[in-house]
């Protein structure tokens, strides 16, 4: 009864394991005693401590040439309004320069052209998050006409995820022991364990532009806490 117990439970591991996103961590050995395959997972707690901002301009004009002059002069502002509030050069990044034809379609006549849109956007590393509301502020009375994100994640999360390990292995081994008394065995050693999961950035949020009796209120932006997961898949061998 004993093997065939294990046999399912066996199954039943396996089934909830994920192999094709899982990362190989050791080497695998052969079991002369009993296996028993465990799941596992590791959880961490951290505040995010970099916001990633798409900010831009947008220009309209009858010529291509005097839309892109705006968009030109509106972009060397918000640069200029960036460096002088302290973020640096590398944290700065052009990511969309386009410049598009408008067009009028009355009814029953060609389309006609009425004018050109430009656009140039940059993407921004705020390293300062209690800053970059005030800031995006400032871009906006500088010109700046169009704003996503924040995508707000951890500038270096392996120490985080580092700790996420660490209790994934001490779940895991916990669980292999619990398994091994309940049959009346023991944990021998870790055969296998292989990682899948990490940090992922979750999907940017909307800024939130606060409206305000008289003065507008500084945007806000508020970091909350994110979670970094390591999932563990290990095999371990009981006698």
């Keep these: 009864m004993k093997q065939l117990f ?49 900010a831009g301009v947008v220009s309209r004009a009858s010529t291509a040439t005097a839309a892109l002059s705006d968009s030109a002069d509106r972009m060397s502002r918000v640069l200029a309004a960036l460096k002088a509030a302290g973020v640096a050069d590398r944290d700065v990044q052009t990511s969309n320069v386009s410049l598009n034809p408008e067009y009028r379609y009355p009814q029953d006549q060609a389309p006609q052209l009425v004018g050109y849109t430009a656009s140039n956007n940059v993407t921004i590393r705020f390293r300062d998050i209690r800053n970059a509301g005030k800031i995006l502020d400032a871009l906006v009375k500088q010109g700046a006409n169009q704003i996503n994100g924040p995508t707000l994640m951890i500038d270096k999360p392996e120490e985080a995820l580092d700790e996420a390990r660490a209790k994934a292995v001490a779940v895991g081994r916990a669980r292999a022991d619990l398994y091994a008394r309940s049959l009346g065995m023991r944990v021998v050693r870790v055969v296998t364990v292989n990682e899948s999961g990490g940090y992922a950035p979750p999907p940017p949020m909307p800024v939130a532009m606060m409206a305000a009796r008289g003065e507008r209120d500084q945007t806000k932006i508020v970091p909350g806490e994110q979670k970094l997961e390591v999932n563990l898949a290990m095999t371990f061998e009981l006698q």
Excluded: F, H
């Design 6 to 54: 294990l046999v399912a439970l066996m199954i039943g591991a396996s089934a909830l394991a994920s192999p094709a996103a899982a990362q190989q961590t050791s080497i695998t050995q052969t079991i002369a005693g009993t296996r028993l395959d465990i799941n596992a997972t590791g959880e961490v707690g951290r505040v995010p401590d970099v916001a990633v901002i798409s």
